[in-house]
C-alpha cells in the first residue's frame, strides 16, 4: 500500500478515536463526526480528503481536513460542533511534516506545547488533551 495513503489513513484513525474519547470524557452533547467533516471538506475544495484531525482552536473544537485536488493541498477547518466549513489555507507538505514533528515531539514529551500563530500573528491553537486510564 502506499505509504501517504497508509499515513492518511492513521491520521484518520487517530482523529477518530481522540474524537470520540474527548467526547465520552467531556459528557457534552454529540458533535459533528470525522467522516461528515471529511465531506463537507471535499464537497468545499472538490477534491479527496488525506487527513482529518481533530483539535481545539480559538475555545471551539474544529477538523483540520487536508484536501487534496491535482497537485495542490489546502487545509480545510470544520468547526465540529456544527459541520460548517469555516478558513481554508494552502499548505506543503514541508509546513504539514513540521506540524506533524512538533505534535509528536510533544506526545512523546520531547517538547512542550507551543500555540501557533495565526494569520494575524495571534496566537490561538491549543492541542487536544486526552486522559489516559490505567
Known amino acids: 500500500m502506499n505509504k501517504n495513503i497508509t499515513f492518511g489513513i492513521a491520521a484518520l484513525v487517530v482523529a477518530i478515536g481522540i474524537g470520540s474519547l474527548t467526547q465520552a470524557q467531556a459528557g457534552g452533547p454529540k458533535h459533528v463526526g470525522p ?8 464537497a468545499k475544495k472538490g477534491g479527496k480528503a488525506f487527513s482529518a484531525t481533530y483539535i481545539s ?5 474544529i477538523y483540520d481536513v487536508i484536501v487534496i485536488k491535482g497537485k495542490k493541498i ?15 489555507e494552502e499548505a506543503t507538505p514541508e ?26 500573528g495571534e496566537k490561538d491553537e491549543k492541542p487536544v488533551k486526552v486522559k489516559r486510564g490505567k
Open 74 to 88: 489546502t487545509e480545510v477547518e470544520v468547526d465540529a460542533a456544527t459541520g460548517k466549513v469555516g478558513a481554508t
Open 57 to 61: 482552536e480559538g475555545g471551539k473544537y
Open 35 to 42: 467522516w461528515d467533516a471529511i465531506k463537507a471538506a471535499e
Open 95 to 120: 509546513d504539514e511534516g513540521k506540524e506533524l514533528t512538533s505534535a509528536l515531539n510533544v506526545a512523546l514529551g520531547k517538547a512542550k506545547a507551543v500555540p501557533e500563530k495565526d494569520e494575524k
